[in-house]
C-alpha cells in the first residue's frame, strides 16, 4: 500500500519548502518531494533560489564587491593594497559552500519540523480515493497518496529560439555562476535582473562587459527618476547596456561566442565575445509532471493557472512561486507557500501583491516597493512626491558610497505612502521601513514624525518623508 500523507509539496525551493514546513507547523502529515541533486547525486533542496539563484549570485557579488573595493575604494581610507589577485576558483568554492549550507538547513528543517523528504522527481499518477497518487522517481521508485497537494516547481531560464545554453559559452544563470576563469569579454542578452547582477559581478573581477537589451528604456517596471541615477552608475562603472537592439544570429563557435545584432540606430553590429550570458526571463516549469494525468490546467506561457488563492482548477490542488502568475522573487514564493498551508487547515492566509518588494543587487543596489511615478501618473492618482540624496547623509559620507536617493510618493489629499523608490548603498535592507509602513497604511508624515538612529542611511527615508512635505531639514 502506498504511504499516505495529508499533504504532499512537489518541489523544495522557497515555496515548496516553507509550505510543507507551515502545513507540518498546523500539525498536518507532510511529505516534500525535490530533485535537485548536489555535485555527488544527494539531495540538495533549496531550489533555483539556492542552488543557481538568489544565494549563489549573492555570495558572488558579496566577492566581487570586496575585490573592487580593495582595488579603487581602499585607498582613499588610507589602507594600501598592492596587487590585489583574485582566485576564481576559491571564490567559486565559497560559494559552493554557501550554497551547501543552505541545502544542509534545509534538510535540517524539514526533519525538526517532521516533513518526510523525498528525493526524486514527483508526477501526478491519477486520482486516488479522495486525493490524488503522486509517484516518486528517484534511486527507488514509490508512490504516495495525499487529499491536498501543494505544486511548486519553479522555473527555467528561457533561451532564445536556435542557441541552446551548452553552458560552457553559451550561459544560463547556473553557467553564469560557476564560470572557472574572468572571461576578458563578456556579453549579456537582457539588461533585467540577472543580466545586471551577474554583468556587475565580471565587470568588477575585470570583464569588458556588454549588454544588449531589446527594449528602448533601461529597467521600464522600475520608477524612472531611479532607473536614470541607476544608469548613470552603471555607465560610470564601464558597464555597456546598449537599448533597442534587436539580435540576430549568434555563432557558438571553439574560441567563443558572436552575436550579430542591430542598434538602435539600425546599424549591423557584430560582437565578439568568450562568454554569453543569456537572461531574457524564465518560464514556468511543469517537465515531468504529468499534469495530464490529471487534467491540471496551463495557460498559454505554461504557467498553473490559479486563481487569487492559489488554487487550480483541481480540487485540493494548489500551486504557488514561479510556476505560477506573479513576480518570480523567493520571498513572493514563500508568501504563497505560507498562506496555502494556512488556507488547508481553515485559516484565512493572506498575501498583499501591493506591498511586495523588489530588490536588484548591484552597486548601487536598487529597491522599490509600491507604485513607480509613471503607474501614478497612468492611474491618475494625484500624489506628491519627495526625495533625499545620500549626498546629504552623514553615515552615507562615512561609508564613501553617496551614490543615489530615497524618493518617497504618498496620496496628495490622504498622504497615504503610495511608493518608496531607493537607488543607493543598502537599498536592499532600508526597504523593509518602506513595507512595513505601506502594510499598515502609513501616511509620509507617520514616517517623518518617527525617530531614526543617527548617523544611520534610515535617516535618508525619514527626510524623504519630510521632502514630500517640503520640509526637509538636512539638504
Ligand atoms: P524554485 O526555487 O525553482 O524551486 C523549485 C524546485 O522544484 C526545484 O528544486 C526543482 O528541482 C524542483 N522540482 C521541479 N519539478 C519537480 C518535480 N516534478 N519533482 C520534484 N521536484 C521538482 N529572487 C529573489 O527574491 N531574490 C533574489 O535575489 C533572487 N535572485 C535570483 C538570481 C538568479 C540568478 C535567479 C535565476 C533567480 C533569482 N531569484 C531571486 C528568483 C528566485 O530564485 C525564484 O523566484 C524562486 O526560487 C522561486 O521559488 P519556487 O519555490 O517557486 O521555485
Ligand atoms: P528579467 O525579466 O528581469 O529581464 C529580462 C530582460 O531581457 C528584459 O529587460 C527584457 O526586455 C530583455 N529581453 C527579453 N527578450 C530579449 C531579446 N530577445 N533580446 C534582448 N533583450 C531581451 O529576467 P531575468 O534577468 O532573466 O531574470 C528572471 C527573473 O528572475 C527576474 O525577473 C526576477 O523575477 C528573478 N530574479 C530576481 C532577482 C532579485 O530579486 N534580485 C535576481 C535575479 C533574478
Known amino acids: 500500500m502506498s504511504k499516505q500523507f495529508d499533504v504532499v509539496v512537489i518541489g523544495g525551493g522557497p515555496g515548496g519548502y516553507i509550505a510543507a514546513i507551515r502545513a507540518a507547523q498546523l500539525g498536518f502529515q507532510v511529505a516534500c518531494i525535490d530533485e535537485w541533486k548536489n555535485a555527488a547525486g544527494g539531495p540538495a533542496p533549496g531550489g533555483t533560489c539556492t542552488n543557481v539563484g538568489c544565494i549563489p549570485s549573492k555570495a558572488l557579488l558579496q ?42 538547513g534545509i534538510l535540517y528543517l524539514l526533519k525538526k519540523n517532521k516533513v518526510t523528504f523525498f528525493h526524486g522527481r514527483g508526477s501526478f499518477a491519477g486520482q486516488a480515493e479522495g486525493g490524488y497518487t503522486i509517484n516518486v522517481a528517484g534511486k527507488t521508485e514509490e508512490a504516495i497518496t495525499a487529499k491536498q497537494v501543494i505544486i511548486a516547481t519553479g522555473s527555467n531560464a528561457r533561451a532564445l ?172 514564493a514563500e508568501e504563497e507557500g505560507v498562506a496555502v498551508a494556512e488556507r488547508i487547515a481553515g485559516q484565512h492566509g493572506h498575501v498583499n501583491f501591493n506591498t511586495i518588494p523588489w530588490v536588484i543587487y548591484t552597486s548601487p543596489e536598487i529597491a522599490w516597493v509600491g507604485r513607480t511615478e509613471q503607474q501614478l501618473k497612468a492611474d491618475g492618482v494625484a500624489y506628491k512626491a519627495g526625495s533625499f540624496p545620500f549626498l546629504a547623509n552623514g553615515r552615507a559620507r562615512a561609508l564613501g558610497d553617496t551614490t543615489g536617493m530615497v524618493k518617497m510618493l504618498a496620496d496628495a489629499t490622504t498622504d497615504e505612502i503610495l511608493g518608496v523608490h531607493i537607488v543607493g548603498p543598502m537599498a536592499s535592507e532600508l526597504i523593509a521601513e518602506a513595507v512595513v509602513a505601506m502594510e499598515f497604511r502609513a501616511s509620509a508624515e507617520d514616517i517623518a514624525r518617527i525617530c531614526h538612529a543617527h548617523p544611520s542611511l534610515s535617516e535618508s527615508t525619514k527626510e524623504a518623508a519630510l521632502a514630500v512635505d517640503k520640509r526637509t531639514l538636512n539638504f
Open 63 to 104: 566577492s566581487s564587491e570586496h575585490f573592487d573595493h580593495a582595488n579603487h575604494h581602499f585607498a582613499e581610507h588610507g589602507i594600501s593594497a598592492k596587487d590585489v589577485k583574485m582566485d576564481v576558483a576559491k571564490m567559486i568554492a565559497r560559494k559552493d559552500n554557501v550554497v551547501k549550507q543552505n541545502n544542509d
Open 161 to 332: 529560439p536556435g542557441t541552446p545554453f551548452d553552458e560552457v559559452n553559451v550561459l544560463s544563470n547556473d553557467g553564469a555562476l560557476r564560470v572557472g576563469t574572468v572571461p576578458k569579454k563578456l556579453a549579456l542578452i537582457g539588461s533585467g535582473v540577472i543580466g545586471l547582477e551577474m554583468g556587475s559581478v565580471w565587470r568588477r573581477l575585470g570583464s569588458e562587459v556588454t549588454i544588449l537589451e531589446g527594449l528602448p528604456t533601461f529597467l521600464g517596471a522600475v520608477d524612472e527618476q531611479i532607473a536614470k541615477e541607476a544608469k548613470k552608475a552603471f555607465d560610470k562603472q564601464g558597464l555597456k547596456i546598449e537599448l533597442g537592439v534587436k539580435v540576430g544570429e549568434i555563432v557558438n563557435g571553439k574560441k567563443g561566442v558572436t552575436v550579430n545584432y542591430t542598434n538602435a540606430k539600425g546599424e549591423a553590429v557584430v560582437l565578439d565575445a568568450d562568454k554569453l550570458i543569456i537572461s531574457i526571463g524564465r518560464v514556468p516549469n511543469t517537465i515531468g509532471l504529468n499534469t495530464e494525468a490529471v487534467g491540471l490546467q496551463l495557460d498559454e506561457r505554461g504557467a498553473i493557472v490559479v486563481d487569487a488563492d492559489c488554487k487550480t482548477n483541481l480540487p485540493g490542488v494548489w500551486a504557488v512561486g514561479d510556476v505560477v502568475r506573479g513576480p518570480m522573487l523567493a520571498h513572493k
